[in-house]
């Protein structure tokens, strides 16, 4: 699924506003440089890392 978007975001020409961070323990250290966080997954608890996320960027 990645490489798939990957190659959606190279074909609307918008690698350079894009940057895939992958798996990371640090991400509250990037908060606060994203416009927007995208974050697919089928057993993290999105709603909490959405307010975790929001309450950051304060």
Do not use: Q, W
Request: glycine share 6%; aromatic share 12%; proline share 2%.
């Amino acid at each position: 699924f990645k490489k798939e978007i990957e190659i959606k975001v190279k074909k609307l020409g918008i690698s350079n506003s894009v940057y895939f961070a992958g798996v990371r323990g640090d991400i509250e250290k990037l908060y606060s440089a994203m416009d927007i966080m995208l974050m697919p997954s089928l057993f993290v608890r999105t709603t909490f890392c959405c307010y975790r996320s929001s309450m950051l960027r304060a």
